[in-house]
């Protein structure tokens, strides 16, 4: 796919503790005085204008539409799968079911490897041709690796990707098929990420694990999933947000995205942002319930069914209960019976076969609602980020399985209630 948008308004690069600005380098990915994660920021008022919308290339769907506000320069080769562009959708079985009148369903499992993820490698794998990368690392609970492998394929630079944990066979395909050098690991995900870092510095690849706690450009092409909301839905957003957390970049990046917003006076006031993750693998939501800081928090023995999120420390943690604070919101982890039954419940009503980690935001809003920290008459968008397909046994173990029948019309009528 051949993708030539326009170039961005100009950014800066700037340390989101301590201030200082950095270049737009290879070697500039964290900031260099406090170790602290930086960001882009764009001259807003230029990109948007008089115009009372965000600024985009209308005539391309997906990601880079929203190239003017994407940190990739005009002469830089695109590497593109169609990702992004996906529905925004009304769930009218999911309102009677929960006697709430607006819920939506942005449904990221359409991307071209099953997850949100392709949004942020397509920019990520981009920007690291941008700099001239001779090889690139990431650790991975499966789908950010997957998306990583799929986009440094297209790129043909070589992916060294660092798996946690078991991972399902549909995503280890993936991996193996795109040709990326995999590498199995049990070590928990705040070692893991260290040494990620180190081989890294070590071997002069670049770090592109979807935290934009070790990379700016991370977030960059996440946030693109809430433009796209904000245009379906007339600029009219719901009261909830409703993500899932594993390492939080992706509720981090949605925030930045309505950060943004705000910034081009396209927004008066934030959704409530809520964060959900397996109640035994809750380091966001132990920290907020306790008021700790989410650095500090590493899950001993960590487990759920959704094992896209089954980080034991999540790395961009702080700034997601950031966000979360900011936006009056909150975190909760939902037990695997609770996920399950929400998996159950999307697919067999409204025809969307996600996984176990994009479930999780139906769980927490029934959750949410019978401790009524949800009011009926509240819209809500829940963020589904990743396909069944990418654990397809999680579906699997929800369901009864299907009988074995003989030929016989007389003995089929049990089946037909006849
Ligand atoms: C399907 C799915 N949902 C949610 C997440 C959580 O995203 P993040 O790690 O950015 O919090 C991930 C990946 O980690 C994922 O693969
Ligand atoms: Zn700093």
């Known amino acids: 796919m051949s993708v030539n948008p326009p170039a961005p308004v100009s950014f800066i690069l700037r340390c989101i503790s301590c201030g200082r600005e950095h270049p737009a380098t290879a070697n500039d990915l964290v900031c260099e005085r406090c170790g602290s994660p930086i960001e882009a920021l764009y001259d807003y008022e230029k990109a948007v204008g008089n115009a009372r919308r965000i600024p985009s290339n209308e005539s391309i769907q997906g990601v880079w539409r929203y190239s003017p506000l994407l940190p990739i320069n ?133 770090n592109l694990t979807a935290a934009s706690r070790y990379n700016p450009y991370i977030k960059e092409g996440a946030k693109t999933s809430l433009f796209e909301v904000y245009e379906d839905l007339d600029g009219s957003l719901p009261d909830w947000f409703i993500v899932p957390i594993g390492g939080g970049g992706n509720l981090t990046s949605i925030f930045k995205g309505l950060r943004e917003l705000k910034l081009m006076g396209l927004l008066d006031h934030y959704p409530k942002m809520a964060g959900v993750q397996g109640k035994n693998c809750a380091p966001v939501a132990e920290a907020f319930e306790k008021g700790l800081s989410p650095d500090l928090m590493v ?29 009056n919101g909150l975190a909760l982890g939902v037990s695997d019976g609770e996920i399950l039954d929400a998996m159950k419940i999307l697919s067999s009503k409204e025809g969307l076969f996600l996984e176990p980690a994009a479930a999780a935001p139906l769980a927490a809003l029934k959750r949410m609602l019978t401790l009524n920290q949800v009011g009926r008459d509240e819209s809500v968008l829940l963020f589904a980020t990743g396909s069944g397909s990418n654990q397809p046994e999680a579906a699997i173990q929800a369901w009864d399985n299907p009988p074995s029948i003989e030929l016989d019309l007389e003995s089929f009528g049990k089946f037909v209630g006849r």
């Open 74 to 206: 005009r002469k830089t080769r695109i590497f593109s799968l169609g990702e992004g562009g996906t529905p925004t959708l009304r769930t009218e079985r999911l309102e009677e079911m929960l006697r709430m009148t607006r819920v939506f369903v942005k449904n990221e499992s359409r991307n071209p490897t099953l997850s949100f993820k392709d949004r942020k490698s397509t920019v990520s794998v981009s920007k690291a041709s941008e700099f001239g990368a001779r090889a690139m690392a990431c650790m991975t609970a499966g789908n950010a690796g997957s998306s990583i492998a799929a986009y440094a394929a297209k790129a043909q630079i070589p992916a060294y990707i660092f798996t946690i944990g078991g991972i399902s066979d549909s995503k280890m395909a993936k991996l193996l098929s795109y040709g990326a050098h995999v590498f199995r690991t049990s070590s928990p995900t705040r070692d893991l990420m260290v040494f990620v870092q180190e081989v890294c510095q070590k071997y002069g690849m670049m």
């Open 299 to 327: 899950i001993q023995n960590p487990s759920t069914i959704a094992h896209s999120i089954l980080d034991s420390w999540a790395p961009d943690g702080e700034q997601a209960l950031r966000a979360i604070r900011e936006t």
